[in-house]
Structures are given as structure tokens and as C-alpha cells.
């Protein structure tokens, strides 16, 4: 032994005083290594935060930048995705849009061509749709609508789980499948498992009444093909029911202060906007559901079944609806780029609601170029925040934003106003799932729903209204005498959020 701790000495020894030249020249090879990888093909803020954290702690950065610096979804995901764009572009040829009022701007014929372009859903005609901004009634009129369903149900949302709240929503689906009625379920992995107990409690009444389900994009680091990103998430909210029936927006399937003894504590309720169609629009809806059903179940739901029994009923109403998908499958930000194009081309007035907004250069800058040119533009944010790093983060934005002339409205407290929709004119509307950040604009699959019609755009300046008689208006005065500390701490986490 002594002999062979004799030999092994001097090794050892030339380790130890070798580490520290070792540890050098991994630090300058990592360095060297993010100069060349991180900004390729990255948005010029976000290669910037990830050079800064790796020159700071290139120990502990490039490893994160590995696990988190590549918003693309592993190989097998991938190939499902260019089966189904393959299958959508195909689909969309056979498929003219909807001829738009005459009465409607020029430029609305651009965003109609671009969303097509993007996500290969065609602008369709002769819908209806109705919002519901009461939290507990939205819910009971999807259960109401599932309960009178005779063929088909898909439900899908980023969080849902069985609570005191959601209770005879889940029981619906199980009342519709003892009908017969066929019964799909989707909700994403890690929204939902977050919530274990309510979550365990769905999944077992689930397998009980022999309702079909998954959990969409799973973390399961190596059985897709690679290592898988776990913040890529599916983010969207819809209810279809006999392909009649469809609802988009921005609530979850859980109670209104999601079941967390810190909201409870504080009061926190969540306020969202839930919209339900009818018309050609839903078959649409549907196909949306069926790319999400088609990456979990691997099960393609033919077209036939994406239709109302007896077809599509087209005299619903007078709106013109165009589906506009986004997500990490896509190659370009499509809601981004819609986002852009409507403020670019507004002539009036903007409207923007979005929970959590942390704009991205180009979004910003069509903001402040918009409100420089005489729009006039209200912004409803939350007075305060669930999610500390992005409250945060958006709050960084708001001095250039009141300098360019944009109104803030912050939404009273208890209440987090979780709804998303843009208005523009009286033109045309965006409502949906997406939020105004870049975790919505590259991260998260995203539905939304661009809606051409003055009659929906007066239904939603009413809800506008009510937002806004329940919001206090942010001044330059009162943003400027913020402490030093608070302005600090929201410009830290401006740079952290930009690390996508």
C-alpha cells in the first residue's frame, strides 16, 4: 500500500499544481467557445445576456446555455412537425380565404396574407363570438356546452386539474363519454403537475371513467431524440365541442386563485377573457387541437372527425376569424410578427392587454414609433405581479413608454388581470393565449385569434371599459419617484429576462 501511495504521490501532486492552468484554459476555451455558438442566429439582446452571464461565470453559464439556449423542440417533435406543416400547407391550397369588408383598411388584406403565410390557417366568414370575462360563468358555460355534446369533446389548456371550482367541468366529460361522445383531453406537463394534488386527483378520475388524456410536452430529457429544453411549453387554452362550438382565451381549468396558499394569503384572483365561436372558425379551432393531439397520442384525427356532423354551418354571424398559431414548432415568432404588423400599420388607436410584457427590441420600437406618430395607445398591465422576475422585468419598460405618450393602466389590486387581446382601430382584434413577452413569442406554443368586425371590436371596448374603470392611471411623476433600489432591481431582471 505504502508503495503503491509512493507511486500515485507525484501524480497527484502535478494535478494539484496543474489545476489552477487546467481551470484557465477551460475558462478561456469556453469563452472563446460562446463568442463563436451564442449569437448565431439570436436576437442581438439575448445573445448579449448570454455572453455576459458566460464571461461572468463561464463555470456555470455555458452548461446552462446548453440546457436552455436553444428554444427548438427535440428531433422526434420536429419530425411530427413537418409532417403536420406539410399536411397544413396542403390543406390551405384547397382552401381560398374569406373576401374581407370593403369597408375594412387596405392593410388588413397584408395581415390576413401573413398569418397564412405563417401558420397556414385561412381567414374564414360567417362566425359569431361572445365574451365572457366572469371567471366562474365561463366555466359553467363550457361545462353547459360539453353536456350537450353528441359526438365529439377536446378540451386542451395549459393548466388543468379537479378542484373544488372544476369540478362539474371534469365531471361533464365524463357524463359526455358515458353518452358515447368521444373524449380527448390535453394539458401541458409542467403547468399542471405543478399543481400535484388536484392533479393526481384528475388523472385518477380520469382512468376511472376512461377518458383519453395526455400530458403534453413531457420532460423527459433523452426519450424524444435529445435533450429536451423543460421550459418549452404548450401555453394554449381551447374548448371544441362537435366541432360547433369552440372556445379560446386566456383561462385555465383550475380555481381563481390557482390553489396556492400564497395567493390565498394575499387575496390574489385571477381576471381572464374567455371568447366562444360558432361558425367555419371552429372546425379550425379543431385542427389546432389535432396538431397538439397528434404530437402526444401520435394518432392523426381525420378531417372528417374535425367537422360538425352534417358540416359546417355558416351563417352564424357576420365576423371575419383567422387562427394564428405560434410556438417553438414554427420557424418564424408568428404572433410576434402579427403583433408588429398591426401597430405598424395602426392609423388610431392601440390597445394592448397582456398580464406579463416584456417586449422584444422590434416590439418596442413599433410601439414608441406608433404613439410618436400621433396613435393613441393604452397599455393594461397588473398594479401587481405573480411572478417576481417578469413583474419585474416589464415594470423596466415603462419609463420609455410614458415618455413616447402611451397610456399605463394598472389593474387594482387583489386582482391579476391574465387576459391577452389587442385591438387596433376599429379594425381588427388578437384574443387568445399569448402573452406580450418572449417567453410567449419563442418558448410556448401560443393559440390566438385575429377577429376583422366592428361588432366585435364594440364588444370589446366594453370589456376595455371595465378594465378600465377598474384601473388607476400610472403617471410620469408617480414612476419617477420610485427608489433607486426598485429601479435596480427591475433593470437586473430586465437583462435576466432577456435569456432566452
Not at 489545476?19 to 436576437?43: C, E, K, Q, S, Y
Not at 391550397?93 to 398569418?115: K, R, T, Y
Not at 399569448?434 to 417567453?439: A, L, P, Y
Request: charged content about 25%; glycine content about 4%; hydrophobic content about 45%.
Amino acid at each position: 500500500m505504502n508503495e503503491l501511495i509512493a507511486a500515485v504521490k507525484p501524480a497527484v501532486t502535478w494535478l494539484i499544481d496543474a489545476l489552477p492552468v487546467i481551470l484557465l484554459i477551460i475558462d478561456a476555451a469556453l469563452r472563446v467557445t460562446a463568442l463563436i455558438v451564442v449569437p448565431r442566429n439570436r436576437r442581438p439582446g439575448s445573445a448579449m445576456a448570454w455572453l455576459m452571464t458566460i464571461m461572468v461565470f463561464p463555470m456555470l453559464g455555458f452548461p446552462l446555455f446548453l440546457l436552455l439556449g436553444r428554444a427548438q423542440l427535440p428531433r422526434k417533435r420536429r419530425a411530427k412537425q413537418k409532417i403536420l406543416n406539410r399536411l397544413a400547407r396542403a390543406r390551405a391550397e384547397d382552401i381560398p380565404d374569406a373576401h374581407i369588408d370593403p369597408e375594412q383598411p387596405s392593410w388588413l388584406q397584408s395581415a390576413v396574407d401573413l398569418n397564412r403565410e405563417l401558420g397556414a390557417f385561412p381567414l374564414t366568414s360567417g362566425n359569431d363570438a361572445d365574451l365572457e370575462i366572469d371567471y366562474e360563468e365561463s366555466i359553467r358555460r363550457m361545462t353547459a356546452d360539453i353536456d350537450r355534446a353528441e359526438d365529439t369533446v377536446h378540451v386542451l389548456f395549459y393548466i388543468m386539474v379537479l378542484d373544488h371550482v372544476t369540478e362539474d367541468f371534469i365531471a361533464a366529460l365524463a357524463r359526455a363519454r358515458a353518452r358515447g361522445v368521444r373524449v380527448r383531453a390535453l394539458y401541458d406537463f409542467w403547468g399542471t403537475v405543478t399543481h400535484f394534488t388536484h392533479y393526481r386527483r384528475m388523472k385518477r378520475f380520469f382512468r376511472d371513467h376512461d377518458i383519453e388524456n395526455y400530458s403534453m410536452m413531457p420532460i423527459r430529457p433523452f426519450r424524444d431524440g435529445a435533450l429536451q429544453r423543460p421550459d418549452l411549453r404548450n401555453h394554449r387554452k381551447l374548448v371544441v365541442v362537435d366541432g360547433r362550438i369552440g372556445w379560446m382565451g386566456s383561462q385555465n381549468m383550475i380555481a381563481r386563485h390557482y390553489n396556492k396558499r400564497g395567493n390565498i394569503r394575499r387575496g390574489l384572483k385571477w381576471q381572464e377573457t374567455m371568447v366562444r365561436f360558432r361558425g367555419p372558425i371552429v372546425a379550425e379551432i379543431n385542427i389546432l387541437f389535432a396538431t397538439d393531439w397528434f404530437y402526444e397520442a401520435s394518432e392523426q384525427i381525420t378531417e372528417a372527425e374535425l367537422m360538425p356532423p352534417g358540416g359546417i354551418d355558416d351563417e352564424c354571424g357576420t365576423y371575419e376569424c383567422q387562427v394564428v398559431p405560434s410556438g417553438p414548432g414554427y420557424v418564424a415568432e408568428n404572433n410576434l410578427m402579427l403583433f408588429n404588423h398591426l401597430f405598424y400599420n395602426a392609423e388610431r388607436k392601440i390597445v394592448a392587454v397582456s398580464p406579463y410584457f416584456v417586449p422584444d427590441e422590434t416590439m418596442l420600437q413599433a410601439l414608441i414609433v406608433a404613439a410618436r406618430r400621433g396613435v393613441e395607445i393604452e397599455l393594461f398591465v397588473s398594479e401587481i405581479g405573480d411572478q417576481f422576475l417578469v413583474f419585474h422585468a416589464q415594470r423596466s419598460y415603462y419609463s420609455a413608454l410614458l415618455e413616447a405618450g402611451v397610456t399605463i393602466w394598472m389593474y387594482r389590486k387583489p386582482y391579476i388581470l391574465h387576459a391577452k387581446h389587442v385591438s387596433v382601430d376599429e379594425s381588427v382584434a388578437v384574443i387568445g393565449s399569448s402573452n406580450m413577452d418572449i417567453r410567449s413569442f419563442s418558448l410556448q406554443m401560443e393559440s390566438s385569434m385575429m377577429v376583422g368586425d366592428n361588432g366585435f371590436l364594440t364588444k370589446l371596448r366594453a370589456v376595455e371599459d371595465e378594465y378600465r374603470q377598474n384601473s388607476r392611471q400610472l403617471t410620469v411623476e408617480e414612476w419617477e419617484s420610485r427608489s433607486w433600489a426598485v429601479k435596480v432591481i427591475d433593470n437586473i431582471c430586465r437583462l435576466a429576462s432577456a435569456v432566452v
